[in-house]
C-alpha cells in the first residue's frame, strides 16, 4: 500500500509559479515509480509529468515542456512539481500517483495503481 497526500494548490496568477508536493508514505518511496497528472472540469485526468524511481528518467506532456519541472527526493519521501509561467489553461485539479510494478511509469494513468486526493490549481488572467 502507498498513501500520497497533495499540498501547494492555490490561486495565482497567469505568469506566476507554484511548487506541489506529494508525501508518501507505507513503501520504500525509491521503489516507487511516480507521476503527476491533472483533471479540469469536464475533462479527463490527463497526463502531467512522471519520474522514474531514482529521479534519472522524466516524462512530459507537450504542453508543460520548458515550463514545469518534476523532481523527487527519495530521503524525503517526497515528489514535487516546479510549476512556472503558468496559464489560465493549467487550472485543474492536480494529482500524484504511484506505480509500484515498474522502475518507470510512463503516462498512463490506468497504470498507475495508486492516488492521492488532489490539490486545485487555479490561474487567473
Known amino acids: 500500500q502507498v498513501q500520497l497526500v497533495e499540498s501547494g494548490g492555490e490561486l495565482v496568477q497567469a505568469g506566476g509559479s507554484l511548487r506541489l508536493s506529494c508525501a508518501a508514505s507505507?513503501?520504500?518511496?525509491?521503489?516507487?515509480?511516480m507521476a503527476w497528472f491533472c483533471q479540469a472540469p469536464g475533462k479527463e485526468r490527463e497526463f502531467v509529468a512522471a519520474i522514474s524511481r531514482s529521479g534519472g528518467t522524466t516524462e512530459y506532456a507537450d504542453s508543460v515542456k520548458g515550463r514545469f519541472t518534476i523532481s523527487r527526493d527519495n530521503a524525503k519521501n517526497t515528489m514535487y512539481l516546479q510549476m512556472n509561467s503558468l496559464k489560465p489553461e493549467d487550472t485543474a485539479v492536480y494529482y500524484c500517483?504511484?506505480?509500484?510494478?515498474?522502475?518507470?511509469?510512463?503516462?498512463?494513468?490506468?497504470?498507475?495503481?495508486?492516488w492521492g486526493q488532489g490539490t486545485q490549481v487555479t490561474v487567473s488572467s
Open positions: 507505507g513503501r520504500t518511496f525509491s521503489s516507487v515509480a
Open positions: 500517483a504511484a506505480r509500484t510494478d515498474s522502475y518507470y511509469g510512463g503516462r498512463i494513468r490506468e497504470q498507475y495503481n495508486y
